[in-house]
């Protein structure tokens, strides 16, 4: 399995509180991957990173900032939670981009509450 | 945006049946994703591809590029392949940072 561990596992915080979710690989890939997982939806891309501080935006991107100062790490924060990011939170890696050849590994989902 | 299908959404069976869940696209693609999402929610990737058929023990993925479709299918289904079945493909001349996921099939194999 690939090295990728998400942590916290489990979170419940209120309004309005900041949070941040931490990615962290050992797979040495470039690309790493922020997803939300709702009922009714596919997994939905928030950011992502092609690099050592090289991030972009997914499609749900609004009300959530990424970081990636090492190649290992890559973080999502809530700068101020709301009920609406109630959701499980997918970390992903792959070493390329292409589809073609580059599988996704992911991590095992933090559930995230807010009250 | 590609839109992604997947049918049935549901799907009980025996063991032993021959399981198939299908995934339409509506845009042409380079490869597709098949991934299985366990009970306890962890998501493992079973396939990719681009062409043709790939083969993994029991499983099989096909897909036809012209009819833009895809066809997970499991042989000898057992308790144990009871999961959420997702496929994922990719906006056209993007790769993984523009995947579209369907909503998944979820599959449950009764002893």
């Known amino acids: 399995d690939a090295g990728i561990t998400q942590s916290p596992r489990h979170k419940v915080t209120e309004t309005g509180t900041p949070v941040t979710l931490r990615c962290h690989q050992t797979?040495?890939?470039?690309?790493m991957y922020w997803y939300r997982q709702d009922p009714g939806h596919g997994l939905r891309l928030i950011h992502y990173?092609?690099?050592?501080?090289?991030?972009d935006k997914g499609e749900v991107s609004d009300g959530y900032s990424v970081s990636r100062s090492k190649t290992e790490d890559f973080l999502l924060t809530l700068e101020s939670a709301t009920s609406s990011q109630t959701s499980v939170y997918f970390c992903?890696?792959?070493?390329?981009?292409?589809?073609?050849?580059?599988?996704?590994?992911f991590g095992n989902g933090t559930r995230l509450t807010v009250t | 945006k590609n839109e992604v299908e997947q049918s049935p959404q549901n799907l009980t069976a025996q063991e032993g049946e021959f399981i198939t869940i299908n995934c339409s696209y509506s845009?042409?693609?380079?490869?597709l994703h098949w991934l299985q999402q366990h009970p306890g929610g962890g998501i493992v990737s079973l396939f990719m591809?681009?062409?043709g058929k790939k083969k993994h023990g029991r499983l099989i993925a096909t897909i036809n590029i012209q009819e833009k479709h895809s066809s997970l299918h499991i042989t000898a289904s057992h308790p144990r392949d009871s999961a959420v079945y997702i496929c994922?493909?990719?906006?056209?001349?993007?790769?993984?940072?523009?995947?579209?996921f369907g909503t998944g099939t979820r599959l449950t194999i009764i002893p």
């Open positions: 591809l681009s062409s």
């Open positions: 797979e040495n890939h470039r690309y």
């Open positions: 994922a493909v990719p906006t056209a001349n993007f790769g993984n940072e523009k995947l579209t």
């Open positions: 992903a890696i792959s070493p390329i981009s292409s589809s073609y050849n580059s599988p996704l590994h």
């Open positions: 845009v042409g693609i380079s490869a």
């Open positions: 990173s092609y690099g050592v501080k090289d991030t």
